[in-house]
């Protein structure tokens, strides 16, 4: 039986397991594929994002011309996003006739609008159905005016259970009846500190099943004290962040360690005392993610009984005392940032899996200035796979140090992310990596074609480039090189390359066949207005997103 002879039931269940980005190009190779993905795939599983701007052409759509069009689809989506540019939208029969034919579909909804009006919340009982509601405000009123509906209208999803607010006010909690009938799993409150006679109303009444949790407040001790007041809560991930400056709250963060043995995800945006730190690995015997900042960790073996943890963020003041000997080898992501300007190799000894290191030099210039190291990192993580030092962690001199690996001897990398400041191109010459698919290089200003030629050369299965901040090196011959090697090309950034100019878009045009991301801006050389720039970059049939300015 040939691949296409496949009934579209057993066709469906093996589109599901491609990645949604690569389902359209997916869809172009036959009229069958591109009927069963796009009337029963990207319904489903991928999110609509409905807004008055073409994401390529950047032309201005009529919002109403593009609800009706999606009103009359026999399928509806499951998650959308909606960018809603004015007031008057939502008074429109357009807006209001796409809920009535959609809202029963939708799972998930993202709202982004400028203020909260009643006309808004009048489509609110369409989504019964509902699971997840994301509302983004853009206003910059601290309060807003409160709708007369607001009660009715979110008391009318029953069915919700994922909650997230980024707004600059917390207008839509003044109702103390706020989803009475909902019960909420998970709670996401962002981008304000939530006061807590706002907070205590909703946690009364969803405490019994809420079970993810993030906010920010003032104070972290009042909200402890609320939170281990609830003998029913039962959280698995829970970020907090207060405003800092204040009293030490190590007793209730102990006290809620003791109450929540369950939580698999801890992210605490405050300053912890040792104390605090310590008691960890004794009361969170579960615990699978972690971030937090602390000036030290004196008892480092301590985490190496955390035998679920996978994912560790730790801002740390002071390593130097760090155990060489302690062994995390649960950890597969790590991320590192510490201000003190001298700083232990021993650290990187104690994660053996690592695939994933994001290291930030706080103190740019003084944090990597010992050559050991640079050796003991490069050698204790040859077999990560995304590997971050944007924050000018490494200067030339040291990568390309006798006694230390090279680059070319991370068989495994993937994904690059590197910044230096006096790179040339005998950097580049390190880079023989033939199974990288992104690469970022940031602020390196002695980069010529030489070493341009010798990268695409190595590296020819890169898919994403990001290239940054570079006045000479990268002119229009390397790009012109780039695009026509790197055959398997989908998202380019191109980010203050002054030596860049017209021409460049013409190599994109002629060579980029499979780009799908673009991003072209503060590139002084390139002198084409934004009109006929955009006109010209539309004619990559396959691109969907771009950013020009």
Sequence with gaps: MELSDLPNEILEKIFTFLPVNELVTVSLVCSTWCDVIRTFILPKHAVLHVRPVHPVTHQLIAMETLLTEQSTKPYPWTNVKITIPNEELPGRSEFVQFFQHQGH?????????????????????????????????????????????????????????????????????????????????????????????????????????????????????????????????KLYRLNLKSAGNEDDFSDGLIALYERQPQLRSLTIGSELSLRAVDALPKKLLHLQELEIIAESINNCKALSELRHLRRLTMCLYDVRAWDETVQIGGVTELSLAVTFPLISPAIFCSFPNVYRLYLEDVDDDTLMRDIVVVRTLMECMRNVRVLDLENFVFKEREILNDGVLRFEEMENLECLKYSCRDMSDASLLTLKLPNLRELYLTHCPNVSIKGISFLVCNCPLLERLHLESNKRGFEDDALEMITRKLTHLRRLVLVNLRALTSVSLDAILNNCFYLSDLTITHCVGITLDKAEAIEKLSGVKSLKNLIYS
């Design 105 to 233: 579909a939708l799972k998930s909804l993202t709202l982004q609008y400028i203020q909260l009006t009643s006309d808004i919340l009048e489509v609110f009982p369409t989504l019964y159905n509902l699971e997840s509601l994301c509302i983004i405000s853009e206003s910059e009123s601290l309060y807003g005016t409160v709708p007369a509906n607001v009660e009715a209208a979110l008391t009318s999803l029953k069915a919700l259970k994922h909650l997230r607010l980024h707004l600059p006010s917390y207008t839509i909690l003044r109702s103390v009846s706020f989803l009475g009938g909902a019960r909420l799993v998970s709670l996401s409150l962002e981008r304000f500190e939530i006061e807590l006679h706002h907070l205590k109303p909703l946690l009364n009444d969803h405490h019994r099943t809420l079970r993810e949790l993030t906010v920010r407040v003032e104070e972290m001790k009042p909200l402890l004290a609320l939170l281990n007041s609830y003998d029913e809560l």
